[in-house]
Structures are given as C-alpha cells and as structure tokens.
C-alpha cells in the first residue's frame, strides 16, 4: 500500500504544499496534522479555527502541531479582500452581509482561502455533510476550463489477486446520481448525458495516472457491445464514441459488462479485439447507485482499500472525507489531494 503513498510523497517533498483542514479543532484532523508535520515540510497543514481552542485540542490529544499555520476568520487580516471577492464571485446572488455570516465558517472560509492563493488544496467533511464540502467548491472555485461538471473517483487498491487488478479506479461512485441532457429555457439540448458520461470517464483516467494506472476505461453496463438493450445501454455505449472523441489516445471501449471488462476470456470473446474488455483497470458507472455498490462491493469483500471519493473537474484540489473517518484516513486524503494540486 505505501508504495503510492512514497510515490505522491516525493512529488510533494519535490514541489510542497500548503492544505486546509476546514474543521481546526477536530482530534482527527490534528492527530493528521502532528503526523504529516513529523514527515517534513513537504505538506503545511492551515487549521481553521480559534488558535486557542486548537491549541488545547491538540494539547489534549497530545498532538504536535507546531509548524502547523492556525488561521482564525474572525482575526483574518485579509478578510475585507476576502469579503469583496466573494461577492463579487457570487454575482449579485449574495448580499456583502450574508457573505460575512458564510466567511464565519470553515468550510466557505477555507474555500476562498484556496481561491485567493493562500492554499494549494482543501480537505473538509469530517463534521460537516458532502453537500457544505461541495457547495462552496462549486460556488468559488469552480469547474477548470472545459469541464462541464464535477464528478468523483475512488481509487482502490489491495496487495494480492491479479496484478492488473491491484489499483484500480471507480467513478463516479458519489457525486453524479444519474446523466441527463442538459437542456436551455428554450428546451435546446446544450450538453447531452452521453457527454456528461465521457467526460466522467476521461478525467477519471487522469486521475488514474496520478496514481500510477495506465488506465485502461470501461464504460459499464449490463450489456457487452450490443448485446442487450434498454436501460443506460444506450448511454453508454454514446458516451464510448464521445470519450474515444474526446481521448483519441486513451484505450476506452463500452458498453461492457463488468465480467468482460476484467476476464480476458470472457472479455475477448464478447468483445473480440477491444484493447480493454478483459485488461479493464478503471471502471466507469452509468450511474451512482451502480458505483457506490459496486466501490463498496470491492472494499469489502474484494479486500480493497477505498480512497475517495477524490472530486475531478474542479479548478483546485477539494476533497470530501467520511464524517465516519479515522485519522489514518484523514492523512491519506490529505496527501492524495495536496498531491492533485498543479
């Protein structure tokens, strides 16, 4: 397992970064903190919250966080800079007084932290929902150019079975419910499902690459190249064409079925010549209630651990932690988002 980690640690250590922990006082982020500030300075932690109130929390856990940077929004020196900036990201759709009362909380407070430079990345989650990670993302930071959506993986990765099959990547396994034609007031399709899917499954492989894959995408379903119909079908195998479209030099093929995608035998004699049905390493559903059973299905009883859900098509790193999480996992997202950032 720790072999991805050296690998995205060295790249941190080669170009360091600074992340905010959105929830300061939480014992878990702080037990995380003391623990990537044992490694060097290759990741700054920022904790959000009153400096005293997380002194004491890590001086009750016994956690050293010296080097960690402590930034309190109601003592920000910037906060005016911040205050005017989120308003005028917003666009009319907030008052300057109902930013103030948002900038009071850590999850809007740390996200415009990372929109104005002060961090290169963002983890948060662990007391609040998805929805108050995601939102300000979505609001502030935005999709990165030529991205339509945000969209999420997991990456998936175990010590024994196949050695095609030992890190592996899911998505979207938390963020999209479903792929539907976004259509204008005017009831023109602007931006079709099938391209939605492809998108998905394009920025899922780049993903896949940070974390040493050469990904390999199956577009699933439950049907192999034509074999059934109904159902999302027809949404997946579009959404191949469009991906091959998007990705000429990305081995991509769909629809497949899950047993095609991962045995060769069954794979080549379903889908005789595809460069992925049998090969498949990241695997793409048509939708969330598909990928979060199935990621689930891999973590507990394939013997996978599951890290994620990383978000994808954002113009800075943010990610969503479990408010289930343990420390350990808060220090491997931690280096798994820092690790993301330009």
């Known amino acids: 397992m720790m072999a991805m ?73 910037r906060m005016e800079e911040m205050v005017q900036k989120m308003v005028a990201l917003r666009k009319g759709k907030m008052t300057e007084e109902q930013v103030r009362d948002l900038l009071k909380k850590g999850n809007y407070f740390g996200t415009m932290l990372v929109k104005m430079g002060e961090a290169d990345a963002l983890l ?65 399709v602007t931006f079709t499902a099938a391209q939605k899917l492809a998108e998905v499954a394009v920025e899922s492989a780049k993903t896949a690459k940070t974390f040493g894959i050469d990904p390999k995408v199956a577009l699933l379903s439950f049907s192999t190249k034509g074999s059934g119909k109904g159902g999302t079908v027809a949404l997946s195998a579009e959404a191949t064409k469009v991906a091959k479209e998007l990705a000429p030099d990305l081995a991509i093929d769909g629809e497949m079925q899950f047993d095609a995608a991962v045995s060769p035998t069954v794979g080549q004699l379903k889908f005789p010549g595809s460069p992925v049905a049998g090969y498949a390493n990241t695997f793409i559903f048509p939708l969330i209630e598909a990928g979060n059973i199935g990621y689930k299905i891999a973590q507990r009883l394939g013997g996978y651990d599951a890290y994620g859900p990383i978000l994808q098509g954002l113009n800075a790193p943010i990610n969503d932690l479990s408010r289930g999480c343990n420390a350990n996992e808060v220090y491997s997202m931690a280096i798994i988002t820092a690790a993301l950032a330009d």
């Not at 300061?24 to 932690?45: F, H, Q, Y």
């Not at 004491?56 to 929004?73: L, R, S």
């Not at 998805?130 to 999420?152: F, M, N």
Request: include cysteine; hydrophobic fraction near 35%.
């Open 5 to 77: 980690f050296d690998n995205l640690i060295e790249k941190l250590k080669a170009a360091p970064k600074r992340i905010v922990f959105t929830e300061g006082t939480d014992p878990r982020i702080l037990e995380a903190s003391a623990r990537l500030l044992s490694g060097g300075k290759w990741l700054t932690p920022i904790l959000v919250g009153n400096p005293d109130e997380v002194r004491a929390a890590a001086g009750k856990g016994g956690f050293d966080i010296g080097g960690a940077e402590i930034i309190d929004p109601a003592n920000y020196p």
């Open 124 to 188: 948060g989650g662990a007391t609040y929902s998805t929805a108050d990670t995601v939102r300000p993302a979505l609001q502030l930071i935005k999709t990165k150019p030529g991205a339509h959506l945000v969209s999420s993986c997991f990456i998936l990765k175990r010590d024994f079975g196949d050695e095609n099959l030992r890190t592996i990547c899911m998505g979207d396994c938390a963020i999209n419910l479903d792929y539907q034609d976004t259509v204008d007031k005017d009831g023109n």
